[in-house]
């Protein structure tokens, strides 16, 4: 089990203007909950954050969050970014209840090279990135490991076939598919017109914006 460490300070007041405010000054506003607990106002300071999050596995590493001189043991639930600079605008955490299993998303690592690639040269194609799970906070793994070694053409690796670590339940439908192996592809000549010349691309003209949205502010 992943984990880290992440200080808070609780807050009293909430909405947009208040939200703004805190990241004018360098914070990131959050929130705390859980079934045992009502849900807590929090900020952060947003270099520390980004700091933590530069180097962890946000979905699967416990963070022990220290609010105001009282420790919890959460998940990061949902980290809202702004859509252009990518900045994080509001951070979910989710306080962990001992002996209750959470319902997290791990990394799927494919290890090793398929013979079909390797003698064939077929082309792989991951299909699923992550596995969602039910496991003990106290048991989540880093990431699920899956061997394609003896992938051929034309064959694939689904979610019912892979082994998962002791008291991780997969919660994904056994039939999806996490890679598969294709032939490889021939590439096609590219058509010309008489004389050998290829064919010009038609021109496109299009209109020119005259004003872009702004992206909702939070």
Request: contains cysteine; aromatic residues 0%.
């Amino acid at each position: 089990m992943a984990t880290a460490s992440l200080s808070a300070s609780a807050r009293a007041n909430t909405g947009k203007g208040v939200a703004r405010s805190l990241r004018r000054s360098g914070r990131i506003p959050a929130v705390v909950y859980g079934h045992a607990r009502a849900p807590q106002a929090l900020s952060l300071d947003a270099r520390e954050l980004e700091r933590l999050l530069g180097h962890i596995n946000a979905e699967t590493t416990v963070i022990d969050l220290a609010v105001d001189g009282t420790n919890a043991m959460t998940l990061i639930r949902e980290i809202q970014r702004h859509p252009l600079s990518r900045g994080v605008l509001h951070v979910d955490f989710q306080e962990l209840v001992a002996g209750e299993k959470v319902i997290v998303k791990i990394p799927i690592i494919l290890v090793g090279t398929s013979i079909g690639v390797r003698l064939g040269g077929g082309i792989m194609t991951q299909v699923l990135n992550e596995l969602e799970c039910r496991v003990d906070p106290t048991n989540i793994p880093s990431r699920i490991e899956v061997d394609v070694t003896d992938v051929t053409i034309g064959h694939s690796i689904h979610v019912s076939e892979i082994k998962v670590p002791e008291g991780v339940e997969v919660v994904d439908d056994g039939s999806g598919t996490i890679m598969i192996v294709s032939a490889p592809k021939e590439e096609a000549a590219a058509p010309t017109a008489e004389g050998g010349a290829a064919p010009a691309e038609p021109e496109v003209i299009r209109k020119a914006k005259t004003d872009e949205a702004e992206p909702e502010k939070k």
